[in-house]
């Protein structure tokens, strides 16, 4: 009976440890397995759909970073952006926040990025964050969906603006032009003409990046995605950086659009939706931010 008793407390002692254990290493095996699920590590470019063409660079130096560039050919039957709509007045909000895997859903569109500042916002935890998805949102700056206007313009916010022909251009006033059909804005312009904009900043850190750029002609659009907050495997890029990497491109106008943890690239699929970055909300890899706005766009297979 002795003997029984003592292989039963070993066992259970044995059990405790491993279920102790267990409990310890589980945000460790969690938080590998979203960064297994991030985008390998490797250039590659592909068309996605007619007129739309997705292009990957991993850099190595000056730190590891990963470029997400999709090249958009506003000529090709089919394409069309699509900005997400704003509740009608009155109302509490001007949005109701989603994952931008949401409003690609919702839409059922082909592309995705989140494009907005916005408020209000704040990130305590993984748990103690705002907005949560269908919380009110407010974008900051001029945001017009289907010609319809939902936020008013923001001094010193340039604008991103789609006409009825289907002609895109970035503009350093804070208002898109009457008869836009799709607007968004941004916080600052990159490249003005086909040069860089020069603004120097003690505060110009490694951080993940969102832009749009536009040609001359307003025919073409590019949309950038840096991923950034993740050692070892993107740390970001500087705005300095970012600039350099947008007017390589051979863009004529480039607009700096809403970064950090909001940063999500989404394609649909057959199945749902496939992100083609790595978000890191709540410092979770590979977990969306719900944002105010979003820029999408319809095409054909």
Request: charged fraction near 20%.
């Amino acid at each position: 009976m002795h003997y029984r008793y003592k292989v039963y407390t070993r066992r259970l002692l044995l059990a405790t440890g491993i279920g102790l254990l267990g409990l310890l290493l589980s945000p460790l095996i969690f938080y590998s397995w979203r960064c297994f699920l991030r985008p390998h590590r490797t250039d590659m470019e592909q068309v996605l759909f007619r007129g739309i063409v997705y292009k990957r660079n991993a850099l190595s130096t000056p730190r590891p970073a990963m470029i997400h560039i999709v090249t958009i050919d506003l000529k090709t039957p089919g394409v069309k952006p699509f900005v997400t709509p704003g509740e009608p007045k009155p109302s509490d909000r001007e949005t109701s926040a989603q994952k931008t895997s949401d409003f690609l859903k919702k839409f059922k569109l082909q592309l995705a990025i989140n494009t907005s500042y916005f408020h209000h916002f704040y990130e305590k935890s993984p748990w103690d964050y705002y907005p949560h998805s269908g919380d009110p949102s407010h974008p900051l700056g001029e945001a017009i969906s289907n010609g319809y206007r939902y936020s008013s313009p923001e001094a010193n916010f340039p604008v991103l603006c789609f006409s009825v022909q289907n002609r895109v251009q970035i503009l350093k006033s804070n208002k898109c032009p009457e008869r836009t059909v799709q607007g968004v804005a941004g916080n600052q312009l990159l490249v003005y003409d086909g040069k860089p904009i020069n603004e120097s900043s003690e505060k110009d850190k490694p951080y993940p990046r969102v832009a749009a750029a536009v040609n001359r002609e307003g025919t073409k659009l590019w949309l950038i995605a840096v991923d950034g907050k993740q050692p070892l495997y993107s740390e970001g890029i500087t705005m300095a950086e970012l600039r350099k990497i947008v007017a390589s491109l051979g863009v004529h106008t480039a607009l700096n659009l809403d970064g950090g943890g909001s940063t999500t690239l989404v394609m649909g699929t057959n199945n749902g939706s496939k992100v083609l970055n790595a978000p890191i909300h709540t410092r979770i890899p590979m977990r969306q931010r719900p944002v105010a706005n979003h820029l999408g766009f319809f095409a054909a297979e």
